[in-house]
């Protein structure tokens, strides 16, 4: 059974230490939200739901192309990005962070709390 409390003080701990990072959310496959700490007016079901959506189309496109499996969906914007990445096969990470953050060391922050979030989900 996953312990909802667990993975909220976890996504938490991730959005506070990482200094560009300004939400996150755990949402499962089928758009319902698991947890999130969004940035105030975000609506947590709305987001849960584009990012399935998200994550449906960019599965997709990498089959038609020939991809492979695809690794993180990138949405980038003038205010700054939106990063989706698989966590298990219950649950997609949502990130939201800013425009002057560092890709590099965001898709790391990224890679190190998947490492943490994953075991909190079997």
């Given at each position: 059974m996953i312990n909802i409390s667990m993975l909220q003080d976890e996504l938490q701990n991730f959005v506070s230490?990482?200094?560009?990072?300004?939400?996150?959310a755990l949402v499962s496959p089928d758009?319902?939200?698991?947890?999130?700490?969004?940035?105030?007016g975000m609506d947590d079901e709305r987001t849960a739901a584009?990012?399935?959506s998200m994550l449906s189309l960019g599965e997709r496109i990498g089959r038609e192309l020939a991809r492979g499996n695809v690794e993180?969906?990138?949405?980038?914007?003038?205010?700054?990005?939106?990063?989706?990445?698989?966590?298990s096969g219950d649950a997609v990470l949502l990130v939201l962070a800013n425009a002057s953050v560092k890709q590099g060391l965001l898709f790391l922050e990224i890679?190190?709390?998947?490492?943490?979030?994953?075991?909190?989900l079997s």
């Open positions: 230490s990482t200094s560009e990072v300004q939400g996150a758009g319902l939200a698991l947890v999130s700490v969004l940035p105030g584009m990012s399935a993180r969906i990138v949405v980038q914007g003038e205010k700054g990005y939106g990063v989706l990445v698989g966590c890679k190190l709390a998947v490492a943490r979030i994953a075991p909190l």
